[in-house]
Every structure is written in structure tokens, then in C-alpha cells.
């Protein structure tokens, strides 16, 4: 089993900056990705970006040129850079790691974005 932990979130004002982080931990054998993804109230999850072990990433079109995904595939962690930052992009902000093909999330971090 993987468990995963995200932190960082937390409020912020527009135009503002934060910092998630993702950690996987257990029984991991070889991690072929990782992503953030988010749910606003009322709304679907949607992808935010992914980065794989090589290092492409992948962004949603709603974030793209602010939002930056890094990787430590040494120690199984991610990081989301969020700049310019608006009161759309409030949502719970979750981890997920692809570990041979089986998907783990994380419970989730709050991110609110004041305007």
C-alpha cells in the first residue's frame, strides 16, 4: 500500500503565491507518476499537471504559464508552484501517484484564493 500526504495549502489573496507538496510513502515499487488535481465546490475533478518519472509534464489549460510541477523521484516527492494565483483556482488541490499502473490519492489540501 502507498500512502500519500499533501500539504501547503491554505488562503491566499489574489495574485498571491503557495507551494503544495506531495509525499508518497509504504510499499512503493516503481512510481511512474505524479499529478495534482483539483475540485472546486459543485464541480468535477479536473486535472491540474502531471509529471512523469522522465520528467514531461502536462498541464491543465487553466493553469498553464502559472502553475509549475517538480519532481524528486529519489524521494518520491512533488511540489506545485502557484503564482498569480485567482479566486478560480480555489479547490481542494489532491496528490495522486501512479505506482505500477495503480493509482493512490491523497485526502486532499484546501487552497482558497481571496479576491
Known amino acids: 500500500q502507498v500512502q500519500v500526504v499533501e500539504s501547503g495549502g491554505g488562503l491566499v489573496q489574489a495574485g498571491g503565491s503557495l507551494r503544495l507538496s506531495c509525499a508518497a510513502s509504504?510499499?512503493?515499487?516503481?512510481?511512474?507518476?505524479m499529478g495534482w488535481y483539483r475540485q472546486a465546490p459543485g464541480k468535477q475533478r479536473e486535472l491540474v499537471a502531471t509529471?512523469?518519472?522522465?520528467?514531461?509534464?502536462n498541464y491543465g489549460n487553466s493553469v498553464k504559464g502559472r502553475f509549475t510541477i517538480s519532481r524528486d523521484n529519489a524521494e518520491n516527492t512533488m511540489s506545485l508552484q502557484m503564482n498569480s494565483l485567482k479566486p478560480e483556482d480555489t479547490a481542494v488541490y489532491y496528490c495522486?501517484?501512479?505506482?505500477?499502473?495503480?493509482?493512490?490519492w491523497g485526502e486532499g489540501t484546501l487552497v482558497t484564493v481571496s479576491s
Open positions: 509529471i512523469n518519472n522522465s520528467g514531461r509534464t
Open positions: 495522486n501517484v501512479n505506482d505500477r499502473g495503480m493509482g493512490y
Open positions: 509504504g510499499s512503493i515499487f516503481n512510481i511512474l507518476a
